[in-house]
């Protein structure tokens, strides 16, 4: 079940609009935390309509993702480039029409292809470039600019 922003507040999630940078920070049950820059092209999943999203669906833009407890069955950051699982942690999804960037603040995210095939997990400090095609994944340490660029746009 896809919940849009409003139906989310409403089903476990409290929302904060903030103005600078300008984003908003959902707080669901479950330990989630959701930071979804201006403009972010997102819905939430609640496939077992326990009130706590397992998923979301990103289609452009960034999300900041944070747990401040182990999440119980995982949660997932569908792109129309790759899927990002949560592996306990605090980490960036970046998507554009050339692709999606993931990146690991803290703990550890497992990134594929949305196509399936070849799968990388990312630790603190790593990123991964997927784009269109069948080009393997790179795990890659991010440089402080990207790093702090990508984390500034959620207000870090």
């Known amino acids: 079940?896809?919940?849009?922003?409003?139906?989310?507040?409403?089903?476990?999630?409290?929302?904060?609009?903030?103005?600078?940078?300008?984003?908003?920070?959902?707080?669901?049950?479950?330990?989630?935390r959701l930071t979804a820059e201006s403009g972010a092209a997102y819905r939430l999943m609640d496939r077992n309509r326990d009130g706590r999203p397992e998923a979301v669906e990103l289609k452009a833009k960034g999300l900041l993702i944070e747990y401040t407890t182990r999440p119980r069955g995982g949660f997932q950051v569908l792109t129309p480039h790759a899927?990002?699982?949560?592996?306990g942690t605090t980490w960036g999804v970046d998507v554009t029409p050339s692709g999606t960037a993931v990146f690991v603040e803290t703990g550890r995210v497992a990134v594929g292809r949305a196509s399936g095939g070849q799968a990388v997990?990312?630790?603190?400090?790593?990123?991964?470039?997927?784009?269109?095609?069948?080009?393997?994944?790179?795990?890659?340490?991010?440089?402080?600019?990207?790093?702090m660029g990508l984390m500034a746009r959620f207000g870090r």
Do not use: F
């Open 1 to 32: 079940m896809a919940l849009s922003c409003a139906q989310a507040y409403a089903e476990g999630c409290i929302s904060t609009t903030y103005t600078d940078p300008p984003r908003v920070v959902l707080e669901c049950s479950g330990g989630v």
């Open 121 to 147: 997990v990312l630790k603190a400090g790593d990123g991964t470039d997927v784009s269109p095609g069948n080009a393997l994944l790179e795990v890659k340490q991010w440089a402080p600019a990207r790093r």
């Open 83 to 87: 899927v990002a699982s949560v592996r």
